[in-house]
Protein backbone atom coordinates (compact mmCIF):
# COMPACT_ATOMS: atom_id res chain seq x y z
CA UNK A 1 0.00 0.00 0.00
CA UNK A 2 1.13 3.13 -1.13
CA UNK A 3 1.48 5.93 1.65
CA UNK A 4 4.67 8.21 1.08
CA UNK A 5 4.99 9.80 -2.28
CA UNK A 6 8.08 11.67 -3.73
CA UNK A 7 7.74 14.81 -6.24
CA UNK A 8 10.49 15.80 -8.03
CA UNK A 9 10.37 19.10 -9.11
CA UNK A 10 8.52 21.75 -7.85
CA UNK A 11 7.88 23.71 -10.75
CA UNK A 12 3.86 24.63 -12.75
CA UNK A 13 3.62 20.88 -12.43
CA UNK A 14 5.20 19.78 -8.85
CA UNK A 15 3.79 21.82 -6.99
CA UNK A 16 0.15 21.17 -8.26
CA UNK A 17 0.61 17.34 -8.40
CA UNK A 18 1.84 17.71 -4.68
CA UNK A 19 -1.57 19.60 -3.72
CA UNK A 20 -3.43 16.88 -5.36
CA UNK A 21 -1.73 13.63 -3.75
CA UNK A 22 -1.52 15.85 -0.31
CA UNK A 23 -5.91 16.17 -0.86
CA UNK A 24 -5.81 12.16 -1.78
CA UNK A 25 -4.39 11.75 1.97
CA UNK A 26 -0.72 10.82 0.94
CA UNK A 27 2.37 11.86 2.89
CA UNK A 28 4.27 14.04 0.38
CA UNK A 29 8.05 14.81 -0.13
CA UNK A 30 8.50 17.32 -2.60
CA UNK A 31 11.96 18.08 -3.77
CA UNK A 32 13.64 20.63 -5.65
CA UNK A 33 17.02 22.04 -6.16
CA UNK A 34 16.05 25.61 -5.87
CA UNK A 35 15.35 27.00 -2.54
CA UNK A 36 13.56 29.76 -4.16
CA UNK A 37 11.36 27.29 -5.87
CA UNK A 38 10.70 25.48 -2.96
CA UNK A 39 9.53 28.69 -0.96
CA UNK A 40 7.67 29.68 -3.84
CA UNK A 41 5.76 26.44 -4.30
CA UNK A 42 4.72 26.37 -0.56
CA UNK A 43 3.38 30.01 -0.76
CA UNK A 44 1.29 28.88 -3.84
CA UNK A 45 0.23 25.87 -1.87
CA UNK A 46 -0.81 27.65 0.87
CA UNK A 47 -2.95 30.21 -1.25
CA UNK A 48 -4.38 27.66 -3.63
CA UNK A 49 -5.51 25.83 -0.79
CA UNK A 50 -6.79 29.17 0.84
CA UNK A 51 -8.86 30.16 -1.92
CA UNK A 52 -9.91 26.49 -2.09
CA UNK A 53 -11.72 26.81 1.78
CA UNK A 54 -12.54 30.37 0.21
CA UNK A 55 -14.55 28.90 -2.32
CA UNK A 56 -16.26 25.76 0.15
CA UNK A 57 -14.04 23.57 -2.18
CA UNK A 58 -12.42 22.41 0.88
CA UNK A 59 -12.62 22.72 4.79
CA UNK A 60 -10.01 24.79 6.82
CA UNK A 61 -9.13 21.58 8.80
CA UNK A 62 -8.79 19.44 5.26
CA UNK A 63 -6.86 22.45 4.03
CA UNK A 64 -4.74 21.99 7.21
CA UNK A 65 -4.11 18.45 7.08
CA UNK A 66 -3.25 18.32 3.44
CA UNK A 67 -0.79 21.08 3.57
CA UNK A 68 1.52 19.78 6.77
CA UNK A 69 1.31 16.59 4.45
CA UNK A 70 3.89 18.29 1.95
CA UNK A 71 7.21 18.39 3.45
CA UNK A 72 9.44 20.76 1.03
CA UNK A 73 12.89 19.26 1.14
CA UNK A 74 16.27 20.32 -0.56
CA UNK A 75 17.95 17.18 0.27
CA UNK A 76 17.53 14.56 -2.37
CA UNK A 77 18.19 11.34 0.04
CA UNK A 78 14.99 12.78 1.79
CA UNK A 79 12.95 10.78 -0.72
CA UNK A 80 14.20 7.49 -0.27
CA UNK A 81 11.88 6.67 2.11
CA UNK A 82 9.12 7.06 -0.54
CA UNK A 83 6.64 4.51 -2.37
CA UNK A 84 6.26 6.30 -5.20
CA UNK A 85 8.33 9.03 -7.04
CA UNK A 86 6.48 11.48 -9.75
CA UNK A 87 9.50 13.24 -11.26
CA UNK A 88 8.39 16.77 -12.90
CA UNK A 89 11.57 18.55 -13.46
CA UNK A 90 12.86 20.14 -17.09
CA UNK A 91 11.98 18.55 -19.84
CA UNK A 92 15.29 17.50 -20.51
CA UNK A 93 16.43 13.78 -21.19
CA UNK A 94 19.53 14.13 -19.65
CA UNK A 95 18.41 16.13 -16.71
CA UNK A 96 15.98 13.04 -16.30
CA UNK A 97 17.93 10.05 -16.86
CA UNK A 98 20.46 11.47 -14.30
CA UNK A 99 17.69 11.84 -11.16
CA UNK A 100 16.17 8.21 -12.16
CA UNK A 101 19.88 6.93 -11.66
CA UNK A 102 20.06 8.46 -8.29
CA UNK A 103 16.37 7.82 -7.54
CA UNK A 104 17.35 4.07 -8.62
CA UNK A 105 20.20 4.31 -6.01
CA UNK A 106 18.34 5.58 -2.68
CA UNK A 107 14.57 4.21 -3.21
CA UNK A 108 13.31 0.40 -1.75
CA UNK A 109 13.21 -2.16 -5.01
CA UNK A 110 9.87 -2.19 -4.90
CA UNK A 111 9.39 1.79 -5.36
CA UNK A 112 7.78 2.85 -8.08
CA UNK A 113 9.31 5.16 -10.20
CA UNK A 114 7.33 7.66 -12.70
CA UNK A 115 8.08 11.14 -14.47
CA UNK A 116 5.49 13.80 -15.68
CA UNK A 117 7.49 14.06 -19.50
CA UNK A 118 5.18 15.14 -21.90
CA UNK A 119 7.12 14.33 -24.69
CA UNK A 120 10.39 12.48 -23.90
CA UNK A 121 10.62 8.50 -23.74
CA UNK A 122 9.71 6.72 -21.05
CA UNK A 123 11.56 3.61 -22.25
CA UNK A 124 14.70 5.63 -22.58
CA UNK A 125 14.33 7.45 -18.96
CA UNK A 126 14.12 4.35 -17.62
CA UNK A 127 17.09 2.89 -19.14
CA UNK A 128 19.46 3.71 -16.59
CA UNK A 129 17.44 2.25 -13.45
CA UNK A 130 18.07 -1.54 -12.43
CA UNK A 131 14.37 -1.72 -12.74
CA UNK A 132 12.85 -0.25 -15.57
CA UNK A 133 10.17 -2.91 -15.44
CA UNK A 134 8.99 -0.41 -12.18
CA UNK A 135 9.44 3.17 -14.48
CA UNK A 136 6.48 4.17 -15.99
CA UNK A 137 5.05 7.33 -17.09
CA UNK A 138 2.49 9.50 -15.38
CA UNK A 139 1.84 12.00 -17.53
CA UNK A 140 -0.59 14.91 -15.81
CA UNK A 141 -1.85 17.85 -17.54
CA UNK A 142 -1.87 21.37 -16.51
CA UNK A 143 -3.52 22.24 -14.07
CA UNK A 144 -3.30 19.44 -12.12
CA UNK A 145 -5.51 20.46 -9.70
CA UNK A 146 -8.64 21.04 -12.40
CA UNK A 147 -7.24 18.55 -14.92
CA UNK A 148 -8.78 15.08 -14.38
CA UNK A 149 -6.45 13.12 -17.24
CA UNK A 150 -3.47 11.28 -16.43
CA UNK A 151 -1.63 9.01 -19.55
CA UNK A 152 -0.51 6.32 -18.10
CA UNK A 153 2.94 5.72 -20.61
CA UNK A 154 3.97 2.16 -20.88
CA UNK A 155 7.59 1.66 -21.62
CA UNK A 156 9.45 -0.66 -23.53
CA UNK A 157 10.16 -2.88 -20.26
CA UNK A 158 7.27 -1.45 -17.78
CA UNK A 159 5.26 -4.29 -16.01
CA UNK A 160 1.55 -5.00 -15.81
CA UNK A 161 1.99 -4.90 -11.89
CA UNK A 162 3.46 -1.36 -12.22
CA UNK A 163 1.25 -0.07 -14.63
CA UNK A 164 -1.78 -1.09 -12.37
CA UNK A 165 -0.62 1.03 -9.59
CA UNK A 166 0.18 3.73 -11.03
CA UNK A 167 -3.58 3.99 -12.27
CA UNK A 168 -4.69 2.86 -8.59
CA UNK A 169 -2.60 5.79 -7.41
CA UNK A 170 -4.56 8.16 -10.02
CA UNK A 171 -7.57 6.43 -8.98
CA UNK A 172 -7.04 7.35 -5.59
CA UNK A 173 -6.21 11.28 -6.32
CA UNK A 174 -9.96 11.33 -8.12
CA UNK A 175 -7.91 11.17 -11.82
CA UNK A 176 -9.11 9.75 -14.50
CA UNK A 177 -6.14 7.16 -15.74
CA UNK A 178 -5.69 5.90 -19.20
CA UNK A 179 -2.93 3.86 -20.11
CA UNK A 180 -0.96 3.95 -23.56
CA UNK A 181 2.08 2.52 -25.12
CA UNK A 182 5.37 4.49 -25.00
CA UNK A 183 4.89 6.58 -28.33
CA UNK A 184 5.87 10.04 -29.58
CA UNK A 185 3.39 12.50 -28.26
CA UNK A 186 1.14 9.74 -26.51
CA UNK A 187 -2.32 9.85 -27.57
CA UNK A 188 -3.06 13.99 -26.36
CA UNK A 189 -0.16 15.87 -28.06
CA UNK A 190 -0.08 12.96 -31.20
CA UNK A 191 -3.87 13.21 -31.71
CA UNK A 192 -4.37 17.00 -31.58
CA UNK A 193 -2.08 17.77 -33.82
CA UNK A 194 -4.61 18.19 -36.91
CA UNK A 195 -6.75 20.42 -35.21
CA UNK A 196 -3.51 22.70 -35.46
CA UNK A 197 -1.85 21.44 -38.48
CA UNK A 198 -4.69 21.23 -41.09
CA UNK A 199 -6.22 25.06 -39.46
CA UNK A 200 -2.54 26.29 -40.07
CA UNK A 201 -2.73 25.16 -43.68
CA UNK A 202 -6.59 26.38 -44.23
CA UNK A 203 -5.33 29.66 -43.39
CA UNK A 204 -2.70 29.33 -45.25
CA UNK A 205 -4.53 28.30 -48.69
CA UNK A 206 -7.00 30.86 -48.32
CA UNK A 207 -10.00 28.79 -47.55
CA UNK A 208 -10.67 30.80 -44.28
CA UNK A 209 -9.37 33.45 -42.14
CA UNK A 210 -8.49 33.39 -38.80
CA UNK A 211 -11.45 34.68 -37.18
CA UNK A 212 -13.70 32.26 -39.32
CA UNK A 213 -12.11 29.14 -38.75
CA UNK A 214 -12.07 29.54 -35.18
CA UNK A 215 -15.96 30.56 -35.73
CA UNK A 216 -16.70 27.73 -37.89
CA UNK A 217 -14.77 25.19 -35.76
CA UNK A 218 -17.18 26.27 -32.65
CA UNK A 219 -20.72 26.47 -34.12
CA UNK A 220 -20.35 23.65 -36.65
CA UNK A 221 -18.31 21.78 -34.56
CA UNK A 222 -19.13 22.07 -30.97
CA UNK A 223 -15.14 23.06 -29.72
CA UNK A 224 -14.92 24.77 -26.43
CA UNK A 225 -11.87 27.18 -28.82
CA UNK A 226 -10.67 27.56 -32.07
CA UNK A 227 -7.80 26.46 -33.11
CA UNK A 228 -5.98 29.89 -33.01
CA UNK A 229 -7.63 31.16 -29.85
CA UNK A 230 -5.65 27.93 -28.41
CA UNK A 231 -2.46 28.17 -30.00
CA UNK A 232 -2.56 32.06 -28.55
CA UNK A 233 -3.57 30.52 -25.25
CA UNK A 234 -1.15 27.17 -25.29
CA UNK A 235 1.85 29.83 -26.76
CA UNK A 236 2.66 29.61 -30.31
CA UNK A 237 6.19 28.63 -29.20
CA UNK A 238 5.10 25.94 -27.13
CA UNK A 239 2.90 24.63 -29.82
CA UNK A 240 5.70 24.55 -32.61
CA UNK A 241 8.10 23.01 -30.07
CA UNK A 242 5.66 20.19 -29.52
CA UNK A 243 5.16 19.70 -32.86
CA UNK A 244 8.30 19.26 -33.91
CA UNK A 245 9.21 17.23 -31.41
CA UNK A 246 5.95 14.60 -31.97
CA UNK A 247 7.04 15.31 -35.99
CA UNK A 248 10.91 14.42 -35.22
CA UNK A 249 10.65 11.20 -32.89
CA UNK A 250 8.36 9.79 -35.85
CA UNK A 251 11.28 10.68 -38.08
CA UNK A 252 9.66 13.43 -40.18
CA UNK A 253 6.06 11.20 -40.61
CA UNK A 254 4.43 13.93 -43.09
CA UNK A 255 1.12 14.25 -41.05
CA UNK A 256 3.10 15.84 -38.04
CA UNK A 257 5.17 18.25 -39.82
CA UNK A 258 5.08 21.92 -38.29
CA UNK A 259 3.64 25.14 -40.47
CA UNK A 260 5.98 27.53 -41.56
CA UNK A 261 3.34 30.23 -39.86
CA UNK A 262 4.08 28.68 -36.66
CA UNK A 263 8.04 29.02 -37.37
CA UNK A 264 7.84 32.53 -38.49
CA UNK A 265 5.58 33.65 -35.23
CA UNK A 266 8.13 32.24 -33.15
CA UNK A 267 10.74 34.09 -34.56
CA UNK A 268 8.47 37.15 -35.32
CA UNK A 269 8.13 36.74 -31.09
CA UNK A 270 4.54 37.01 -31.56
CA UNK A 271 3.27 33.78 -29.10
CA UNK A 272 0.28 34.56 -28.11
CA UNK A 273 -1.56 35.86 -25.40
CA UNK A 274 1.66 36.04 -23.42
CA UNK A 275 3.00 38.52 -25.88
CA UNK A 276 -0.03 40.10 -26.23
CA UNK A 277 0.01 39.32 -30.16
CA UNK A 278 -0.62 36.24 -31.90
CA UNK A 279 -3.30 35.50 -33.92
CA UNK A 280 -5.41 37.71 -32.49
CA UNK A 281 -4.11 40.99 -30.57
CA UNK A 282 -4.89 41.37 -26.89
CA UNK A 283 -4.44 44.55 -24.62
CA UNK B 1 -40.26 32.16 -43.68
CA UNK B 2 -39.80 28.78 -45.10
CA UNK B 3 -43.53 28.30 -44.85
CA UNK B 4 -45.13 26.53 -48.07
CA UNK B 5 -41.75 26.36 -49.55
CA UNK B 6 -41.15 23.27 -51.34
CA UNK B 7 -37.52 21.45 -51.08
CA UNK B 8 -36.12 18.70 -53.27
CA UNK B 9 -34.13 16.71 -51.96
CA UNK B 10 -31.67 14.23 -53.35
CA UNK B 11 -28.84 11.41 -51.90
CA UNK B 12 -27.74 9.31 -49.68
CA UNK B 13 -28.76 8.44 -46.20
CA UNK B 14 -28.37 9.38 -43.25
CA UNK B 15 -27.25 12.88 -44.85
CA UNK B 16 -31.08 12.86 -46.74
CA UNK B 17 -33.09 12.07 -43.69
CA UNK B 18 -31.33 14.84 -42.00
CA UNK B 19 -31.91 17.45 -43.88
CA UNK B 20 -35.32 16.22 -44.74
CA UNK B 21 -36.04 15.78 -41.44
CA UNK B 22 -35.04 19.49 -40.57
CA UNK B 23 -36.55 21.29 -43.22
CA UNK B 24 -40.03 19.64 -42.77
CA UNK B 25 -39.25 20.72 -38.77
CA UNK B 26 -38.95 24.33 -39.79
CA UNK B 27 -41.90 24.32 -42.69
CA UNK B 28 -41.11 23.42 -45.63
CA UNK B 29 -42.66 20.62 -47.79
CA UNK B 30 -39.91 18.21 -48.43
CA UNK B 31 -39.77 15.97 -51.71
CA UNK B 32 -36.67 13.67 -51.64
CA UNK B 33 -35.49 10.91 -53.27
CA UNK B 34 -32.56 8.24 -51.79
CA UNK B 35 -30.13 6.84 -53.59
CA UNK B 36 -30.13 3.53 -55.23
CA UNK B 37 -27.66 2.81 -52.55
CA UNK B 38 -29.31 3.76 -49.70
CA UNK B 39 -32.96 2.69 -50.93
CA UNK B 40 -33.32 0.42 -47.57
CA UNK B 41 -33.39 3.50 -45.46
CA UNK B 42 -36.63 4.87 -43.90
CA UNK B 43 -37.61 8.39 -44.14
CA UNK B 44 -39.70 10.04 -41.78
CA UNK B 45 -43.75 10.42 -42.04
CA UNK B 46 -44.37 13.71 -43.29
CA UNK B 47 -41.54 13.83 -46.06
CA UNK B 48 -42.56 12.83 -49.63
CA UNK B 49 -40.71 9.70 -51.59
CA UNK B 50 -40.53 11.05 -55.24
CA UNK B 51 -39.33 8.62 -58.31
CA UNK B 52 -37.46 12.08 -60.11
CA UNK B 53 -36.78 15.38 -59.23
CA UNK B 54 -40.09 17.71 -58.59
CA UNK B 55 -40.09 20.34 -61.23
CA UNK B 56 -41.89 23.13 -59.57
CA UNK B 57 -39.09 22.95 -56.50
CA UNK B 58 -37.94 26.10 -54.68
CA UNK B 59 -34.96 25.22 -53.88
CA UNK B 60 -33.33 21.65 -54.52
CA UNK B 61 -30.31 19.77 -52.50
CA UNK B 62 -28.23 17.28 -53.57
CA UNK B 63 -26.24 15.21 -50.59
CA UNK B 64 -24.50 12.11 -51.93
CA UNK B 65 -20.74 12.33 -50.50
CA UNK B 66 -19.36 8.57 -51.51
CA UNK B 67 -20.62 7.32 -54.93
CA UNK B 68 -19.62 10.31 -57.18
CA UNK B 69 -21.07 8.65 -59.58
CA UNK B 70 -24.51 9.19 -58.42
CA UNK B 71 -23.96 12.71 -57.32
CA UNK B 72 -23.07 13.64 -60.88
CA UNK B 73 -26.36 11.54 -62.23
CA UNK B 74 -28.39 12.96 -59.70
CA UNK B 75 -27.27 16.74 -60.38
CA UNK B 76 -27.57 16.45 -63.82
CA UNK B 77 -31.48 15.01 -63.31
CA UNK B 78 -31.88 18.29 -61.25
CA UNK B 79 -30.19 20.47 -63.92
CA UNK B 80 -32.29 19.13 -66.33
CA UNK B 81 -35.45 18.97 -64.81
CA UNK B 82 -35.96 21.52 -61.83
CA UNK B 83 -37.17 25.46 -62.95
CA UNK B 84 -33.96 27.18 -64.33
CA UNK B 85 -33.41 29.58 -61.86
CA UNK B 86 -33.83 27.27 -59.13
CA UNK B 87 -30.64 27.51 -56.69
CA UNK B 88 -29.11 23.70 -56.22
CA UNK B 89 -27.24 23.52 -52.81
CA UNK B 90 -24.74 20.22 -53.30
CA UNK B 91 -22.08 18.97 -50.83
CA UNK B 92 -19.04 19.28 -51.65
CA UNK B 93 -17.11 17.93 -49.22
CA UNK B 94 -15.58 15.24 -51.40
CA UNK B 95 -16.06 17.14 -54.88
CA UNK B 96 -15.69 20.83 -55.07
CA UNK B 97 -18.19 23.30 -56.05
CA UNK B 98 -16.00 24.12 -59.04
CA UNK B 99 -15.60 20.24 -60.29
CA UNK B 100 -19.32 19.78 -60.17
CA UNK B 101 -20.16 22.77 -61.99
CA UNK B 102 -18.87 21.37 -65.20
CA UNK B 103 -21.12 18.35 -64.78
CA UNK B 104 -24.15 20.57 -65.34
CA UNK B 105 -25.63 22.93 -67.88
CA UNK B 106 -26.32 25.69 -65.57
CA UNK B 107 -23.45 26.40 -62.76
CA UNK B 108 -24.80 29.77 -61.95
CA UNK B 109 -27.03 28.03 -60.03
CA UNK B 110 -25.18 25.78 -57.92
CA UNK B 111 -23.83 26.03 -54.53
CA UNK B 112 -21.62 23.89 -52.30
CA UNK B 113 -22.69 23.20 -49.12
CA UNK B 114 -20.41 21.05 -45.78
CA UNK B 115 -23.26 18.34 -45.51
CA UNK B 116 -21.39 15.77 -43.25
CA UNK B 117 -24.29 13.26 -41.08
CA UNK B 118 -24.20 14.68 -37.72
CA UNK B 119 -23.04 17.99 -38.34
CA UNK B 120 -26.67 20.11 -38.64
CA UNK B 121 -26.00 19.29 -34.45
CA UNK B 122 -24.23 22.46 -34.69
CA UNK B 123 -25.55 26.16 -35.22
CA UNK B 124 -23.60 27.05 -38.47
CA UNK B 125 -23.78 25.18 -42.08
CA UNK B 126 -20.97 25.95 -44.82
CA UNK B 127 -20.85 27.30 -48.32
CA UNK B 128 -18.98 27.69 -51.06
CA UNK B 129 -19.49 28.63 -54.45
CA UNK B 130 -17.58 27.86 -57.50
CA UNK B 131 -16.81 30.87 -60.07
CA UNK B 132 -19.87 29.96 -62.16
CA UNK B 133 -22.12 30.88 -58.90
CA UNK B 134 -24.18 33.93 -59.74
CA UNK B 135 -25.42 36.19 -56.92
CA UNK B 136 -29.30 35.51 -56.49
CA UNK B 137 -28.06 31.92 -55.92
CA UNK B 138 -25.61 32.71 -53.17
CA UNK B 139 -28.27 35.36 -51.19
CA UNK B 140 -30.89 31.85 -51.90
CA UNK B 141 -28.33 29.72 -49.90
CA UNK B 142 -27.78 32.14 -47.40
CA UNK B 143 -31.36 32.41 -46.89
CA UNK B 144 -32.06 28.43 -46.94
CA UNK B 145 -29.63 28.31 -44.17
CA UNK B 146 -31.50 31.27 -41.83
CA UNK B 147 -34.63 29.30 -43.01
CA UNK B 148 -33.52 26.07 -41.52
CA UNK B 149 -32.25 27.82 -38.60
CA UNK B 150 -28.43 28.05 -38.84
CA UNK B 151 -25.38 30.28 -39.80
CA UNK B 152 -23.62 30.44 -42.44
CA UNK B 153 -19.78 30.87 -43.35
CA UNK B 154 -18.99 31.77 -47.20
CA UNK B 155 -15.34 29.91 -47.35
CA UNK B 156 -13.44 29.31 -50.66
CA UNK B 157 -14.31 26.33 -51.93
CA UNK B 158 -11.56 23.51 -51.44
CA UNK B 159 -12.28 19.32 -50.57
CA UNK B 160 -13.51 18.88 -47.40
CA UNK B 161 -13.87 22.82 -46.08
CA UNK B 162 -13.06 23.78 -42.75
CA UNK B 163 -14.79 21.28 -40.25
CA UNK B 164 -15.03 18.84 -41.98
CA UNK B 165 -11.71 18.66 -43.22
CA UNK B 166 -10.29 18.99 -39.52
CA UNK B 167 -12.60 16.56 -37.64
CA UNK B 168 -11.71 13.59 -40.50
CA UNK B 169 -7.96 14.77 -39.84
CA UNK B 170 -8.65 13.76 -35.76
CA UNK B 171 -10.66 10.56 -36.57
CA UNK B 172 -7.63 9.14 -39.04
CA UNK B 173 -5.25 9.64 -36.79
CA UNK B 174 -6.88 8.43 -34.05
CA UNK B 175 -7.25 5.25 -36.27
CA UNK B 176 -3.48 5.19 -36.80
CA UNK B 177 -3.08 5.56 -32.84
CA UNK B 178 -5.41 2.46 -32.50
CA UNK B 179 -4.07 0.23 -35.52
CA UNK B 180 -0.70 0.96 -33.50
CA UNK B 181 -1.76 -0.24 -30.28
CA UNK B 182 -1.16 3.05 -28.57
CA UNK B 183 -4.42 2.85 -26.58
CA UNK B 184 -7.79 1.00 -26.85
CA UNK B 185 -10.48 2.81 -28.70
CA UNK B 186 -11.92 4.10 -25.61
CA UNK B 187 -9.33 5.74 -23.91
CA UNK B 188 -8.27 7.58 -26.83
CA UNK B 189 -11.60 8.58 -26.68
CA UNK B 190 -11.46 9.71 -22.87
CA UNK B 191 -7.69 11.04 -23.21
CA UNK B 192 -8.91 13.89 -26.02
CA UNK B 193 -12.43 14.83 -24.22
CA UNK B 194 -10.77 14.96 -20.55
CA UNK B 195 -6.94 16.42 -22.16
CA UNK B 196 -7.98 18.39 -24.55
CA UNK B 197 -11.66 19.47 -24.34
CA UNK B 198 -13.08 17.70 -27.39
CA UNK B 199 -17.05 17.73 -27.66
CA UNK B 200 -16.55 14.05 -28.91
CA UNK B 201 -13.41 11.71 -29.14
CA UNK B 202 -12.57 11.49 -32.36
CA UNK B 203 -13.53 7.82 -32.87
CA UNK B 204 -16.71 8.15 -31.48
CA UNK B 205 -17.21 11.11 -33.72
CA UNK B 206 -15.75 8.76 -36.86
CA UNK B 207 -18.68 6.77 -35.41
CA UNK B 208 -21.35 9.31 -35.22
CA UNK B 209 -20.43 10.16 -39.04
CA UNK B 210 -20.13 7.31 -40.33
CA UNK B 211 -16.99 5.39 -41.00
CA UNK B 212 -17.38 5.40 -45.26
CA UNK B 213 -18.28 9.02 -44.74
CA UNK B 214 -15.30 9.87 -42.77
CA UNK B 215 -13.21 7.53 -45.16
CA UNK B 216 -14.95 9.57 -47.96
CA UNK B 217 -13.66 12.86 -47.03
CA UNK B 218 -10.11 11.26 -46.52
CA UNK B 219 -10.16 9.85 -49.92
CA UNK B 220 -10.83 13.00 -51.60
CA UNK B 221 -8.17 15.09 -49.73
CA UNK B 222 -5.08 12.53 -50.33
CA UNK B 223 -6.33 12.74 -54.05
CA UNK B 224 -6.55 16.24 -53.87
CA UNK B 225 -3.17 17.20 -52.34
CA UNK B 226 -1.40 14.06 -53.63
CA UNK B 227 0.43 13.95 -50.26
CA UNK B 228 1.12 11.49 -47.46
CA UNK B 229 0.33 13.82 -44.92
CA UNK B 230 -3.88 12.80 -45.98
CA UNK B 231 -3.04 9.43 -46.15
CA UNK B 232 -5.92 6.90 -45.28
CA UNK B 233 -5.86 4.74 -42.04
CA UNK B 234 -5.97 1.06 -43.45
CA UNK B 235 -7.93 0.79 -40.10
CA UNK B 236 -10.25 3.28 -41.40
CA UNK B 237 -10.61 1.96 -44.79
CA UNK B 238 -11.62 -1.48 -43.29
CA UNK B 239 -13.86 -0.07 -41.24
CA UNK B 240 -15.09 1.74 -44.23
CA UNK B 241 -16.16 -1.25 -46.07
CA UNK B 242 -18.69 -2.68 -43.29
CA UNK B 243 -19.15 0.58 -41.95
CA UNK B 244 -17.75 -0.48 -38.32
CA UNK B 245 -14.03 -1.10 -36.86
CA UNK B 246 -13.11 -4.50 -37.14
CA UNK B 247 -13.41 -6.03 -33.84
CA UNK B 248 -16.60 -4.37 -33.20
N1 LIG C 1 3.70 22.89 -17.89
C1 LIG C 1 2.88 22.04 -18.51
O1 LIG C 1 1.89 22.45 -19.10
C2 LIG C 1 3.16 20.57 -18.47
C3 LIG C 1 2.09 19.68 -18.68
C4 LIG C 1 2.34 18.30 -18.63
C5 LIG C 1 3.62 17.85 -18.39
N2 LIG C 1 4.64 18.72 -18.21
C6 LIG C 1 5.98 18.19 -17.92
O2 LIG C 1 6.24 18.33 -16.55
C7 LIG C 1 7.63 18.53 -16.34
C8 LIG C 1 7.84 19.80 -15.56
O3 LIG C 1 7.29 20.89 -16.25
P1 LIG C 1 6.95 22.27 -15.54
O4 LIG C 1 6.12 23.03 -16.50
O5 LIG C 1 6.45 22.01 -14.18
O6 LIG C 1 8.40 22.93 -15.47
P2 LIG C 1 8.93 24.05 -14.48
O7 LIG C 1 10.07 24.70 -15.18
O8 LIG C 1 7.82 24.89 -13.98
O9 LIG C 1 9.50 23.22 -13.27
C9 LIG C 1 10.63 22.41 -13.34
C10 LIG C 1 11.31 22.43 -11.98
O10 LIG C 1 12.35 21.48 -11.98
C11 LIG C 1 13.40 21.99 -11.17
N3 LIG C 1 14.61 21.26 -11.51
C12 LIG C 1 15.38 21.39 -12.61
N4 LIG C 1 16.40 20.51 -12.56
C13 LIG C 1 16.26 19.82 -11.43
C14 LIG C 1 17.01 18.79 -10.80
N5 LIG C 1 18.08 18.28 -11.38
N6 LIG C 1 16.56 18.31 -9.64
C15 LIG C 1 15.45 18.82 -9.07
N7 LIG C 1 14.72 19.80 -9.58
C16 LIG C 1 15.13 20.30 -10.75
C17 LIG C 1 13.44 23.45 -11.47
O11 LIG C 1 14.03 24.18 -10.39
C18 LIG C 1 11.95 23.77 -11.63
O12 LIG C 1 11.39 24.20 -10.41
C19 LIG C 1 8.27 18.51 -17.72
O13 LIG C 1 8.74 17.22 -17.98
C20 LIG C 1 7.12 18.87 -18.62
O14 LIG C 1 7.29 18.35 -19.91
C21 LIG C 1 4.42 20.08 -18.23
Sequence with gaps: ?283 | MAKGKQVCILGESPLVVEYASLCLNKGFKVHARLNVSSKSAKLPKGIKRVPKPTRSTDIALELTNISIKEKKKNLIELDRIVRPKVPILSSCVTVTAAEQSGWITRPARLIGLGALPSLLEGTLIELATSDATDKPSIAAAKEFTKAVGKNCALVRDSVGLVLPRIVCMLANEACFALMEGVAAKRDIDTAMKLGTNYPFGPIEWAERIGLRQVFAVMAALHQEFGEDRYRVAPLLRQGALQNVFPGG
Excluded at chain 1, 187 to 200: D, H, K, Q, T
Excluded at chain 1, 240 to 267: C, D, G, L, N, W
Design chain 1, 1 to 283: MIKSVGIVGAGTMGNGIAQVAARAGFDVVLYDISTEVLKDAMARIKEDFRRGVEKGKITATEATEAFSAIHPRRNFGDMGNADFIIEAVAEDLNVKKEIFKKLDAIVAPEAILTSNTSSLSISAIASLTKTPESVVGMHFFNPPALMKLVEVVRGRQTSDETTKTACDLALRMKKIPVVCKDTPGFIVNRVARPFYGEALRLLAEGVATVEEIDMIVKMEGGFKMGPFELMDLIGIDVNYAVTKSVYEQFFHEPRFRPHPIQRQMVEAGTLGRKTKKGFYTYK
